[in-house]
């Protein structure tokens, strides 16, 4: 059983999974966000943390595994344990733990259990299917006749190389037709 597949649908869909006798899954929102620097866009999203602390079952991975294998509870109980039973098992051994959509499980140095999450994840349903994107950053200029050049090809001219004088002359004709468009 992968376990780790059953994980990642509840996370969907609840903010906590607790893996009895391993520890915990939790998501926190977080806004949506422009750098600035970067014109990098990031969708809306849930940044997913692990808490060893939180060990004990409250039902809801074993009642969903049970729902989904059309099995008794008791027997759900038994194949979460299994696997959580083989994953410390890996733990012990020294190997890094890869739960495929959720990240990466291993033990410290010092014998803690620490948790890498995949940056590929995303477990806000709001956000579904967006995902990092580059937004080019849009130049501010207006349009302006170069001179000899024809009425039929406008050039972008930047607002800072434009005295103030004709951008307001530009501005105030432009405006101009678009009332003119409005009343016809």
């Given at each position: ?6 994980i990642t649908d509840l ?167 678009k009332w003119a468009a409005?009343?016809?």
């Open positions: 059983m992968r376990l780790e597949l059953f996370l969907f869909r609840h903010d906590c999974v607790i893996v009895p006798d391993l520890g915990a899954f939790i998501t926190r929102s977080l806004p949506a966000e422009i750098a600035s620097a970067t014109h990098m866009f990031r969708p809306s999203r849930k940044q997913l943390a692990f808490n060893g602390s939180l060990k004990e079952n409250d039902g809801l991975l074993i009642g969903y595994v049970s729902r989904v294998n059309h099995c008794s509870y008791e027997q759900a109980r038994q194949q979460v344990k299994a696997s959580v039973g083989h994953w410390r098992h890996e733990l012990a051994a020294g190997k890094k733990l890869r739960l495929e959509h959720i990240g990466q499980l291993y033990l410290s140095p010092q014998g803690s259990l620490q948790f890498t999450p995949t940056l590929e994840s995303n477990f806000d349903l709001d956000s579904y299917g967006n995902g990092i994107f580059h937004l080019p950053p849009l130049e501010k200029g207006l349009r302006n006749e170069k001179e000899g050049a024809s009425k039929k090809a406008p050039t972008i001219v930047a607002a800072s190389e434009m005295s103030p004088e004709k951008a307001v002359v530009l501005r105030r004709s432009s405006s101009g037709w409005v009343i016809a």
